[in-house]
Nanobody
Framework: VQLQASGGGLVQAGGSLRLSCAAS????????MGWFRQAPGKEREFVAT????????YYADSVKGRFTISKDIAKNTVYLQMNSLKAEDTAVYYC???????????????????WGQGTLVTVSS
Protein backbone atom coordinates (compact mmCIF):
# COMPACT_ATOMS: atom_id res chain seq x y z
CA VAL A 1 0.00 0.00 0.00
CA GLN A 2 1.29 3.43 -0.95
CA LEU A 3 0.05 6.32 1.14
CA GLN A 4 0.13 9.92 -0.08
CA ALA A 5 -0.42 12.61 2.54
CA SER A 6 -1.35 16.17 1.66
CA GLY A 7 -2.97 19.29 3.09
CA GLY A 8 -0.24 20.66 5.31
CA GLY A 9 0.75 24.30 5.33
CA LEU A 10 1.20 27.45 7.38
CA VAL A 11 -1.69 28.57 9.55
CA GLN A 12 -2.14 31.01 12.41
CA ALA A 13 -2.87 29.80 15.90
CA GLY A 14 -6.58 29.14 16.26
CA GLY A 15 -6.94 28.24 12.60
CA SER A 16 -7.84 24.98 10.89
CA LEU A 17 -6.38 22.58 8.36
CA ARG A 18 -7.55 19.30 6.89
CA LEU A 19 -5.01 16.64 6.05
CA SER A 20 -5.74 13.90 3.54
CA CYS A 21 -4.12 10.50 3.09
CA ALA A 22 -4.89 8.71 -0.15
CA ALA A 23 -4.03 5.04 -0.51
CA SER A 24 -3.11 3.41 -3.79
CA UNK A 25 -2.11 -0.07 -4.78
CA UNK A 26 -4.89 -1.77 -2.88
CA UNK A 27 -7.75 -0.95 -0.58
CA UNK A 28 -7.09 -0.47 3.11
CA UNK A 29 -10.68 -1.24 4.08
CA UNK A 30 -9.50 -4.02 6.41
CA UNK A 31 -6.82 -1.96 8.18
CA UNK A 32 -6.93 0.44 11.07
CA MET A 33 -5.39 3.76 10.04
CA GLY A 34 -3.62 6.42 12.03
CA TRP A 35 -1.96 9.80 12.04
CA PHE A 36 1.34 10.41 13.79
CA ARG A 37 3.48 13.53 14.00
CA GLN A 38 7.08 14.41 14.60
CA ALA A 39 8.25 17.81 15.77
CA PRO A 40 11.88 18.90 15.33
CA GLY A 41 14.12 17.14 17.82
CA LYS A 42 11.33 14.95 19.15
CA GLU A 43 10.17 11.36 18.76
CA ARG A 44 7.36 10.51 16.41
CA GLU A 45 4.14 10.44 18.41
CA PHE A 46 0.63 9.12 18.00
CA VAL A 47 -2.10 11.63 17.14
CA ALA A 48 -5.28 9.80 16.10
CA THR A 49 -6.53 6.46 14.85
CA UNK A 50 -9.66 5.04 13.24
CA UNK A 51 -10.73 1.41 13.22
CA UNK A 52 -10.96 -0.70 10.10
CA UNK A 53 -14.75 -0.30 10.15
CA UNK A 54 -14.56 3.44 10.68
CA UNK A 55 -16.83 3.07 13.67
CA UNK A 56 -14.27 3.71 16.37
CA UNK A 57 -11.79 6.53 16.84
CA TYR A 58 -9.18 7.31 19.46
CA TYR A 59 -7.07 10.40 20.08
CA ALA A 60 -4.02 11.53 21.94
CA ASP A 61 -4.97 13.66 24.95
CA SER A 62 -3.15 16.63 23.44
CA VAL A 63 -5.53 16.80 20.44
CA LYS A 64 -8.76 15.43 21.88
CA GLY A 65 -11.67 17.75 21.19
CA ARG A 66 -9.75 19.65 18.50
CA PHE A 67 -8.87 17.01 15.88
CA THR A 68 -11.20 14.60 14.08
CA ILE A 69 -10.13 11.56 12.08
CA SER A 70 -12.42 10.09 9.44
CA LYS A 71 -12.27 7.82 6.42
CA ASP A 72 -13.97 7.56 3.07
CA ILE A 73 -13.77 3.92 2.00
CA ALA A 74 -15.04 4.63 -1.51
CA LYS A 75 -12.22 7.14 -2.04
CA ASN A 76 -9.66 5.05 -0.15
CA THR A 77 -8.79 8.18 1.81
CA VAL A 78 -8.34 9.06 5.48
CA TYR A 79 -8.70 12.61 6.76
CA LEU A 80 -7.54 14.55 9.80
CA GLN A 81 -9.53 17.69 10.48
CA MET A 82 -7.50 19.94 12.77
CA ASN A 83 -9.21 22.86 14.49
CA SER A 84 -8.08 25.36 17.12
CA LEU A 85 -4.49 24.76 16.12
CA LYS A 86 -1.73 25.67 18.54
CA ALA A 87 1.94 26.42 18.04
CA GLU A 88 2.76 23.10 19.70
CA ASP A 89 0.91 21.28 16.91
CA THR A 90 3.72 22.26 14.54
CA ALA A 91 5.22 19.06 13.14
CA VAL A 92 5.49 16.80 10.14
CA TYR A 93 2.33 14.70 10.07
CA TYR A 94 2.43 11.11 8.81
CA CYS A 95 -0.44 8.84 7.96
CA UNK A 96 -0.02 5.13 8.50
CA UNK A 97 -1.73 1.82 7.87
CA UNK A 98 -1.81 -1.04 10.36
CA UNK A 99 0.25 -4.07 9.37
CA UNK A 100 -2.52 -6.31 10.67
CA UNK A 101 -6.15 -6.67 9.69
CA UNK A 102 -9.45 -5.99 11.41
CA UNK A 103 -8.06 -4.17 14.42
CA UNK A 104 -9.67 -1.23 16.16
CA UNK A 105 -6.63 0.95 16.78
CA UNK A 106 -3.28 1.88 15.35
CA UNK A 107 -1.48 3.89 18.03
CA UNK A 108 1.97 2.38 18.22
CA UNK A 109 4.64 2.81 15.58
CA UNK A 110 5.52 -0.89 15.91
CA UNK A 111 2.08 -1.74 14.45
CA UNK A 112 2.65 0.28 11.29
CA UNK A 113 2.88 -1.59 8.01
CA UNK A 114 2.96 1.40 5.68
CA TRP A 115 3.87 5.06 6.18
CA GLY A 116 2.92 8.05 4.08
CA GLN A 117 5.62 10.52 3.13
CA GLY A 118 4.64 13.21 5.63
CA THR A 119 3.19 16.68 5.29
CA LEU A 120 4.44 19.71 7.22
CA VAL A 121 2.07 21.68 9.43
CA THR A 122 3.37 24.98 10.79
CA VAL A 123 1.28 26.95 13.28
CA SER A 124 2.38 30.50 13.91
CA SER A 125 1.61 32.08 17.27
Amino acid sequence: VQLQASGGGLVQAGGSLRLSCAASGRTFSGNAMGWFRQAPGKEREFVATISWTGGSTYYADSVKGRFTISKDIAKNTVYLQMNSLKAEDTAVYYCAADRGLYRSRLKDTSQVGSWGQGTLVTVSS
